[in-house]
């Protein structure tokens, strides 16, 4: 659900490679789970990470109904998660990327409640469940960033709810664009300039719009001045009047 491009991954052509996942020489271990955590409290959680997980452009990291065994912590790339609504279409609700855990879905029912499609070649690190709650239960650090990272989730899945709800087409894309600002800005990146690395359509399912209407929302955006785009190349021009119109306070004329 980029910013100064990030670099392109060559993977090879299989889905899984057994590699150790070093969590202290990972760029994204600030925002992940050893964020907060000594190098021995790392050195614990380095151990039960059995392998970084390849996954290529377009393949399926899981899918409605799988069991519950890990939660996948990225290292590299993004990812989208979608459910199936009733009319059986395909309905996006997020967009994941470096130092983000996929799979919290299936905690509370030990299944996955949706499907996990990787943008770009990407690479995940696999934490079995079952040795994390273990480490949980003997590291009060750990611990309360695990219950931090899931309060962020639901924090997320009420803010599209209110994006979904009570925002105009307009606020609804600009709130898109700044997220993703930043988000890669957190991650080191510049917030004003990224490549998109999901489909038009793709973000108008996770709207609630036709691609026809993000289409002409970035025309729009782009003739106020807001916006530079080439392609999936976006360059936000005056980030705070994307911010302003998100909230509410200013029109996209």
Known sequence: MMIS?????TLPSFPV???????????????????????????????????????????????????????YAIRLGHFKTYQINPNGEEQVTGFQMGGELLGMDAISADRHHCNSVALEDSDVCEIPFA?????????????????RMMSQEITREQGVMLLLGNMQATQRFAAFIVNLASRYEARG???TKFQLRMS????????????????????????????????????LLNPAKLKAITAGTETCI
């Open 200 to 235: 038009r359509e793709e973000i108008g399912n996770y709207l609630g719009l036709t691609i026809e209407s993000i289409s002409r929302l970035l025309s729009k955006f782009k003739k106020s001045g807001l916006l530079k785009v080439s392609n999936r190349e976006i360059e």
């Open 131 to 147: 040795s994390l709650q273990q480490l949980l239960a003997d590291m009060p650090t750990l611990l309360r960033h695990f219950h």
């Open 17 to 71: 490679e057994i590699l150790r996942a070093r969590c202290a020489t990972c760029s994204m271990h600030q925002l992940c789970l050893p964020m907060g955590l000594d190098m021995a409290d790392m050195d614990r959680l380095d151990q039960i990470i059995g392998r970084r997980r390849k996954v290529a452009r377009g393949a399926t990291l899981f899918r409605i109904g799988d069991p519950f065994v890990s939660l």
């Open 189 to 191: 990146y510049s917030s």
């Open 5 to 9: 491009a990030l670099p392109a991954l």
